[in-house]
């Protein structure tokens, strides 16, 4: 979707007769990629999917004061990766508070979530993720899964492209050695 | 051959193992709207609860503060009202010149806040009985004219 054809949709949205059509529509476009971007960060489908209700609510509130200084896509993934991030603090919080649950690892919430169909491999690739630095995680889960490019990721995140390029090497090294040492 | 060189890396990986119940997405758009419209119902209802207890503060400073205007109002009414009817007097004096004793007209007159500035007043009427037509003169005649 072009920068005028979303100004459109967001000034639909703006008018309260044809709010609701534009949000449709906004759903339909948007709704399944910003699903697996969340569902990549926090898991468990139950999760995803209660971080993506809080995203649109979110959306919902504050597009009628958007000032399109961004894309539509980049500021709504913007919301869904800080719904995610506060989302997964949240639980790092609880989980402080029940110390050796031994489902609240990455592995026992992927062996316990019902719509995961991953082998071993994914399983290891998952554990060595979530052991990242925060930032070299979304780098790393913003090209190697969404398969953004750098300047849309630093558009995002505020970073510069050689920056995030760093970030990406470092976070494909620790991977492979996270392999290595299981293996 | 994969050149790539870790195994994730490699195009025949699955990157997506993940699933969603049947019709997640199809069913995705009404439950959002549907929860969206709750959200904005119990904002309205938010705003009314944060509403109505201002309402309530408002209200109760209005009440004091007529309350405590309706207090002043009685309690200095009486004197004002005297007031009024002093320089009432002071003007009839003023204008019949220094005629006036003690227990004549215009203290009778003070005494009973009757307003002289009303020609042939009723009250007056009433208390000197006389005929509305006399007054003045009566009033002329007790001054000394």
Redesign the interface.
């Known amino acids: 979707m072009d920068r005028s054809n979303e100004a459109e949709l967001i000034n639909q949205f703006r008018d309260p007769a044809q709010r609701d059509r534009a949000f449709r529509m906004i759903l339909a476009k948007y709704q399944e990629k910003l699903y697996w971007h969340i569902r990549r960060m926090v898991v468990v489908h139950e999760d995803a999917d209660d971080v993506l209700q809080n995203t649109f609510i979110k959306i919902w509130k504050g597009l009628s004061g958007f000032r399109e200084t961004s894309g539509l896509f980049t500021w709504m993934y913007r919301i869904a990766t800080n719904e995610a991030i506060t989302f997964l603090k949240a639980r790092q919080r609880d989980r402080a508070m029940i110390a050796d649950d031994p489902d609240d690892t990455i592995k026992g919430r992927l062996k316990s979530d019902p719509y995961f169909d991953g082998d071993e491999v994914y399983e290891k690739l998952h554990i060595a993720i979530d052991s990242l630095p925060p930032k070299q995680k979304k780098v790393f889960q913003m090209k190697y899964f969404d398969e953004m490019t750098y300047e849309d990721m630093a558009n995002i995140l505020g970073t510069s492209v050689g920056a995030l390029k760093a970030s990406y090497f470092h976070a494909v090294h620790k991977i492979q050695a996270s392999f290595e040492s299981t293996d | 051959m994969d050149n790539n ?4 890396e490699n195009d025949r ?9 049947d019709g ?2 199809e069913g ?2 009404d439950r ?2 549907e ?2 419209n709750q ?1 904005v119902i119990s904002a309205e209802a938010e705003k009314r609860r944060f509403i109505r207890p201002w309402m309530a503060w408002v209200s109760g400073v209005a009440a004091v503060l007529m309350l405590g205007w309706f207090g002043v109002r009685t309690y200095y009414w009486k004197p004002l009202q005297e007031v009024r009817y002093q320089e009432n007097v002071a003007m009839f004096v003023d204008f019949y010149g220094e005629e006036l004793h003690e227990g004549d007209l215009a203290g009778y007159i003070v005494d009973n806040k009757i307003d002289i500035l009303k020609p042939a007043a009723t009250e007056v009427n009433e208390l000197i009985q006389i005929e509305p037509d006399q007054a003045e003169e009566y009033i002329l005649e007790s001054i000394g004219f």
Do not use: D
Request: aromatic share 32%; glycine share 0%.
């Open positions: 060189k870790y195994i994730w990986f699955n990157k997506n193992p993940f699933k969603v119940p997640y997405f995705f758009p959002m709207l929860l969206l959200e």
